[in-house]
């Protein structure tokens, strides 16, 4: 607001070491009262650290925060307590009392109220992990503003949400910018930088390297100021001879707000088939059944014959996943390149021999993936968990790759990695497919499912809800379809 | 009729121990900390208890240090468990053994012999009687006291996502440690109960597993005060049966093993498969 | 944990050791004096010493074992006792060759150890009850059964004390060295701990074993069953233990009695701790213990230190090496 020139947040020569890392290296950042300010930066550029900072939950090494008044945080994983109701969230810290317990009813005004003045329609008893993603992140940005802070900032808030959900948070802030809180939104996703906010910030390797007012700069400019330098391009796609792979009928699997309803879809050889969908609509299950770690009901065909048993006979029989979360599902962090390599491979020839395992092959099949993926380790034998993100990834999908596959699902397989990793985990699924493997891809960033994609399939509440081919992709009937339209 | 009224209460006396025990686990574990050093908690009150009443000639007094070195031994869990972030099991595992050694330890030096205390001062009849009383009373306060206080919702939000708590502006590290405090000081009252209450000595190894049915009586409870309340009474009335049933000429030891198989029982999820604290035993680390 | 907070956790060990020798009014250096003393002064005492760290050695690697795999074994006390009865039964109850009864013995120890470790695998395999009550209660059970039957139906007639009859001479296990209690069992225990180790590092089933006890979801997407795992694993780790119990039927005890272990599946937590689950540095570690063991009787007897201050310092150890995290299958233990 014109005449109140006092800054909401102030960040001055802020520096965070973690014992030799530095993930902030001398950053200043100013936020203003009624404006949204996007802070932008690869993963690992220090984003959520300063985030974390200046919200007052990690200290600084160096530097001030001057803020004022509260600063609250919305993480891009929520921090809630799944359990306990709306009302039990929103109020953890600063619970209304009548004597020694609880004033429920207070706490559930307070919510209705604080839901009233922002437009954030959440019922306060319902149980949070009953809720729809879109609407924990309600509960969440709730909980920050019973603080009234004097500034709002919220961690890849659009990760998680359907094009319509979006415009609806971006309404939101809006909203809470005009009554006069300062409102920083972290996000990689430029397009809605451009079309939201008022001003950016970039970061990289710690420090800001560009800052602008939103309507003088372009996508362009911040991504090359992000990644520093031009965009690494994408593998070309070939024209490849579609033959049968894999098939899904009638697939049911999981319980609750997550499960998969009735999906029935074909991959196949040559092709790379994008779901896309917002997080939480039942790709886990659709993975998990396809991988044989979840029970379900309905037929899956691979190469004519019926897809069966347990993980291991579909190893066997060319399944290859990448799950959603390396460092839990993937790879095993304390054991070394080498060790990790085996996985999945372990119980047959050729690394195995006998009652042992061929360690020659083993090492042999690490080696070549380490070259052939460009995986910055200095040798096999350092451990999965010193490796960046970026390198474990590349571990996993070159593990994966290392023969080629009948079916490979890839979930989520850029989340969390740098750009030159990610694009060349992009470009290894198209060659993949060039070569003939029958490419699943599932991925939140619609994106990267329209970029990769042969056929795009969107899924909502567990059920395939539309079917795009790439010379028909309709980027806003997409949205649509994954926010529930008809 | 008085058959079964001398029943009920040699079922209370052998329950109240259990009763304190499992409470203590409860607290604990709804605050996130997988506390199986309820057994050393037990051994420590039981001990102090009886060695301070026989320096003081006060049983009251032995009460308090029963409490305190109840407190102590879990507090020790606590602050390893925040402030370390240690595998809580094998901290725990550790503790029952300091306590088991350092007890044996204890009679030698504090009593002159290895093996058992002599008489002490005690609590008496009616010491008893309060004690169970309070354990009863104990159970409904905590069970309010979880359900429908601020400070019952910050240590259930404690045991299911302590990043919460940090993100609401609380420190879940400490709150966590009180847990562990008043768990180890409601395990030590379960101890006194032991030494002082229902005797008047301490022997080496009286406790006896008791602290690990507590731990089985925290499942069935499904992690509620009073449901493992409930629980631990069910298991003392398994104890008092071995008297009614040694009598038909079944073999004691067998009789003994039956809350022990009780527990085994337990684990089958018989009782339906409720779920523990999320981050229970998770060491947390922000 | 690094080698020199390991140097500094141990002095203060040491301390504590110490302070609670000069607590029970005796000198900590002539306490520390006669420990050593007793377990290393003589070739008589030596070989004391290294009958204890044979009769540490089989529940340390069976501990080990099954922590690899992602479990918590604290029941290795049952199943040692479990071990020895069946093995001071069977070998009570026929007469051949040693080189005939010697083998079954043993293998009916690791078969009553291996039973009793399989109750608590099969309730984490079907139910996923925790192993940690499991094993603690089956603890308490083994005592209990031991105690019935050895005062009842297994007496040994004509014999004072709570135990079954005695081995027949031919089935003792020979001595390694004449005129003491050390048998061939040490060597047993070295290549079972030469074993493990083989498995461990190169074998597709000690690959699987780790894999679910260091990372349990990626296990599972790699086609390892881990509820077929928890019960191999406990079974083996059990069969390791009653291996063990039977070693000190069948060359120490010569039969079975209710005071065949002073908590040895206990201290054995502490031993596999400290030697980081691995199976040779755990026969470093079960020698350093097996020390303590035979020294803190002279030290009891000689310096007048109750020679519970060890057991009170080993569960000290083990809640400082408690803070090495291990990963994988823990969480909740539920």
């Known amino acids: ?486 | ?286 | 944990m690094s080698g020199r907070s390991g140097a500094i956790f141990a002095a203060i060990l040491l301390a504590i050791a110490a302070g609670a020798m000069a607590i029970a009014g005796a000198n900590p250096i002539a306490g520390f004096g006669a420990l050593l003393h007793g377990a290393l002064g003589g070739e008589r005492q030596l070989s004391e010493t290294l009958v204890q760290t044979t009769a540490l050695l089989f529940p340390s690697l069976a501990v080990a074992f099954a922590f690899r795999a992602g479990l918590f074994n604290i029941g290795a006390e049952g199943q040692l006792i479990v071990g020895g009865l069946f093995a001071g039964l069977v070998g009570a109850s026929f007469v051949a060759p040693g080189i005939v009864a010697i083998p079954v013995i043993l293998i009916a120890g690791a078969v009553g150890g291996g039973l009793w470790g399989a109750v608590a695998g099969a309730l984490r395999a079907r139910f996923g009850g925790s192993e940690v009550i499991a094993t603690l209660m089956l603890n308490i059970i083994a005592a209990l059964v031991a105690n019935y039957l050895v005062v009842g139906p297994l007496h040994a007639a004509g014999v004072a004390g709570p135990e079954t009859s005695a081995l027949p001479v031919s089935s003792w296990l020979p001595a390694l060295l004449p005129g003491t209690r050390l048998t061939i069992a040490l060597l047993l225990g070295l290549a079972l701990a030469a074993g493990l180790s083989f498995v461990f590092a190169r074998t597709v089933f000690g690959y699987e074993l780790r894999a679910a006890g260091d990372a349990p979801a990626a296990a599972e997407r790699a086609g390892i069953d881990l509820r077929r795992t928890a019960l191999v694993a406990m079974t083996l780790s059990g069969a390791i233990a009653g291996l063990g119990g039977a070693t000190l039927v069948a060359g120490v005890l010569h039969r079975f009695n209710v005071a065949l272990s002073p908590g040895y599946g206990f201290i054995a937590i502490a031993v596999a701790l400290v030697g980081g689950l691995d199976p040779l540095r755990i026969v470093l570690a079960a020698f350093a213990f097996g020390i303590l063991q035979s020294g803190s009787l002279s030290m009891q007897a000689l310096a007048h230190v109750p020679k519970d201050v060890v057991a009170f310092v080993e569960g000290l150890a083990i809640v400082g090496l408690s803070a090495r995290r291990f990963a994988g299958a823990r969480g909740s233990g539920h």
């Open chain 2, 1 to 286: 009729m008085g058959d079964i009224a001398g029943f009920l209460q040699l079922t209370l006396v052998k329950a109240a121990p259990l009763i304190f025990a499992a409470l203590a686990g409860v607290v604990c574990e709804r605050a996130g900390i997988l506390n199986i050093a309820l057994e050393g908690g037990l051994t420590a009150g039981a001990f102090s208890a009886v060695a301070v009443s026989y320096a003081t000639g006060s049983p009251i007094a032995g009460l308090v240090a029963g409490i305190l070195a109840g407190a102590l031994l879990c507090g020790l869990l606590g602050v390893a468990a925040t402030r370390f972030n240690v595998d809580q099991i094998v901290a725990g595992t550790g503790l029952n053994l300091l306590a088991a050694g350092g007890t044996a330890f204890g009679i030698d030096v504090v009593f002159g012999a290895p093996g058992a205390s002599p008489e002490v001062h005690a609590l008496g009849t009616q010491g008893e009687g309060v004690l169970i009383a309070a354990a009863l009373a104990l159970a409904l306060a905590l069970q309010f006291g979880l359900e429908r206080t601020p400070w019952g919702l910050r240590l259930r939000a404690c045991g299911e996502n302590p990043r919460a708590v940090l993100s609401a502006g609380l420190d879940p590290r400490r709150i966590r440690v009180y847990a562990t405090l008043l768990g180890g000081a409601l395990a030590g009252l379960g101890g006194v109960f032991l030494s002082l209450g229902e005797l008047d000595l301490y022997s080496d190894g009286m406790t006896a597993g008791r602290g690990f049915i507590a731990l089985a009586a925290v499942i069935f409870g499904r992690w509620t005060p009073l449901g493992a309340t409930a629980a631990a009474i069910g298991f003392g009335a398994l104890s008092a049966l071995q008297f009614v049933l040694q009598r038909a000429g079944v073999p004691s030891e067998l009789m003994q093993a039956l809350p022990y198989l009780a527990a085994l029982a337990a684990l089958t999820g018989i009782v339906g498969r409720a779920r523990a604290p999320k981050a229970d035993g998770v060491p947390f680390d922000p």
């Open chain 1, 1 to 486: 607001m014109s005449g109140d020139t006092q800054p909401a947040l102030e960040l001055r020569g802020i520096v965070k070491r973690f014992g030799s890392l530095v993930a902030v290296d001398g950053v200043d950042l100013t936020l203003t009262k009624g404006e949204i300010h996007a802070l932008c930066g690869e993963n690992g550029a220090g984003k959520s650290t300063l985030a974390n900072i200046a919200a007052g939950v990690l200290a600084p090494t160096e530097g001030t925060v001057v803020a004022d008044g509260a600063v609250g945080l919305v993480h891009q994983h929520f921090e809630l307590v799944d359990r306990l109701r709306v009302w039990e969230n929103v109020v953890l810290g600063r619970e209304p009392r009548r004597g020694l317990r609880l004033d429920a009813n207070a706490a559930r005004e307070r919510v209705r109220a604080l839901a009233t003045t922002y437009a954030l329609d959440v019922d306060p008893d319902a149980i949070v992990e009953t809720l729809p993603v879109g609407v924990a992140q309600r509960v969440e940005i709730l909980r920050e503003l019973a603080r009234e802070p004097a500034a709002i900032l919220l961690d890849e808030p659009t990760a998680v949400l359907a094009p319509k959900e979006i415009d609806a948070l971006f309404a939101t802030l809006r909203t809470l910018a005009a009554r006069g809180t300062a409102v920083m939104v972290i996000t990689h996703k430029l397009q809605e930088v451009i079309s939201h906010t008022d001003r950016v910030t970039v970061m990289r390797a710690g420090k800001v390297v560009m800052r602008a007012a939103t309507r003088d700069t372009s996508i362009d400019a911040i991504a090359r100021a992000m990644v520093g330098g031009e965009l690494p391009a994408l593998a070309a796609r070939a024209e490849v001879a579609l033959r049968p792979s894999f098939a899904a009928r009638g697939l049911h699997a999981g319980q609750g707000a997550h499960a998969l309803r009735d999906a029935s879809f074909e991959v196949a050889h040559g092709e790379i088939v994008g779901i896309a969908g917002v997080e939480g609509n039942g790709q886990s299950a659709l993975t998990d059944a396809i991988a044989g770690v979840l029970a379900y009901s309905g037929e899956l065909t691979l190469e004519g014959a019926p897809l069966r048993g347990n993980p291991a006979a579909r190893i066997a029989a060319g399944v290859r996943v990448i799950p959603q979360d390396r460092q839990r599902e993937a790879l095993v962090l304390p054991w070394s390149i080498a060790e990790n390599v085996a996985l999945g491979d372990q119980s047959r020839p050729p690394l195995r021999r006998g009652l042992t395992i061929d360690r020659g092959a083993r090492d042999a099949l690490a080696t070549s993936i380490v070259e052939r993926f460009d995986v910055r380790a200095s040798s096999i034998r350092v451990s999965a968990g010193s490796l960046s993100g970026g390198n474990q990834q590349k571990v996993v999908v070159g593990r994966a790759l290392a023969h080629l596959p009948n079916l490979l699902i890839a979930y989520q397989p850029t989340r969390g990695i740098d750009v030159g990793a990610a694009t060349l985990v992009q470009s290894q699924l198209i060659e993949a497919r060039n070569a003939g493997a029958a490419v699943l891809l599932i991925s939140f960033e619609l994106d990267e499912v329209l970029a990769l994609a042969d056929r795009v399939l969107v899924i909502y509440r567990g059920a395939i809800a539309g079917e795009f081919s790439r010379a028909g992709f309709d980027r806003a009937r997409i949205g649509a379809l994954m926010a529930g339209a008809a």
